[in-house]
């Protein structure tokens, strides 16, 4: 059974940082892009930032680049997302997800279709 578990959420004065971890059983992502998403009460899932299978390409949305970075460390099947300079507006339920398209480097990880494993999210909360 594939399970994607993350943790590192929590209360943070706005300004601080946190640092997601999403660590994968059952199946090695090694090939596989992963990514991160979130969800604010009201409002649909979101992406924030995903990384290809290479871990050559980094990809983010606009409101998160130059504060979040995505990293992963294969050997130990994990996506990291460490989140600087944290605003109000980061406020969510965050996702890691498993890419569904094996060795894929088209550009596009933005699109929740495109993932099949999800984790069961852990919340952020950044008050002011």
């Known amino acids: 059974q594939v399970q994607l578990v993350e943790s590192g959420g929590g209360l943070v004065q706005a300004g601080g940082s946190l640092r997601l971890s999403c660590s994968a059983s059952?199946?090695?992502?090694?090939?596989?892009?992963m990514g991160w998403f979130r969800q604010a009460p009201g409002k649909e899932r979101e992406f924030v930032a995903a990384?290809?299978?290479?871990?050559?390409?980094?990809y983010y949305t606009e409101s998160v680049k130059g504060r979040f970075t995505i990293s992963r460390d294969n050997a130990k099947n994990t996506v990291y997302l460490q989140m600087n300079r944290l605003k109000d507006e980061d406020t969510a339920v965050y996702y890691c997800?498993?890419?569904?398209?094996?060795?894929?480097?088209?550009?596009?990880?933005?699109?929740?279709?495109?993932?099949?494993?999800w984790g069961q999210g852990t919340q952020v909360t950044v008050s002011s």
């Open positions: 997800a498993g890419d569904r398209r094996i060795y894929y480097n088209g550009g596009v990880f933005d699109r929740i279709e495109d993932y099949d494993y």
């Open positions: 059952g199946r090695s992502f090694n090939n596989y892009a």
């Open positions: 990384m290809s299978w290479s871990a050559v390409g980094t």
